[in-house]
């Protein structure tokens, strides 16, 4: 199912068009899933913020037209694929890693991050 993405968003503003983007409860945490080695509709349904399969179909499918993330099959029969980063979307990792040590500062009881995200870069 392809969806239609806005071309506009609310305003010029690079902070409000990022959120028009990725500014929902779930797709932060779906990017850091994918930054910290998930691939498959299954292994997002086992995070700890247990996410609905409804609402995981529709950012998996809001971000893919997005161009965040794209879909490989890795099986036919029955279907079924994988999500992988885009460069663009793993351009998100830094702002990721920021709200995670803002986070760890003001928020008590946040978990810390493993320390491999918190180490990583952005590739290319």
């Keep these: 199912m392809k ?13 409000a068009s990022t959120l028009d983007v990725v500014g929902d409860k779930w797709s932060m ?3 850091r899933d994918l930054l910290t080695g998930k691939r498959k509709f299954g292994e997002f349904l086992r995070s700890p913020e247990r996410i609905t399969t409804n609402v995981l179909t529709d950012r998996l499918t809001r ?3 997005n161009g965040l993330i794209e879909r490989r099959a890795y099986s036919e029969r029955p279907p079924r694929f994988e999500y992988l ?11 990721l890693q920021e ?3 803002w986070a760890n500062r003001h928020i008590p009881g946040t978990w810390q991050p493993p320390e491999m995200f918190m180490r990583m870069k952005v590739r290319g």
């Design 99 to 101: 709200i995670s040590r």
């Design 29 to 31: 945490v779906i990017l």
């Design 63 to 65: 971000m893919e037209a």
């Design 3 to 15: 969806i239609k993405i806005k071309d506009q968003h609310r305003s010029g503003c690079p902070i």
């Design 85 to 95: 980063l885009t460069d663009k979307g793993a351009g998100l990792l830094p702002a």
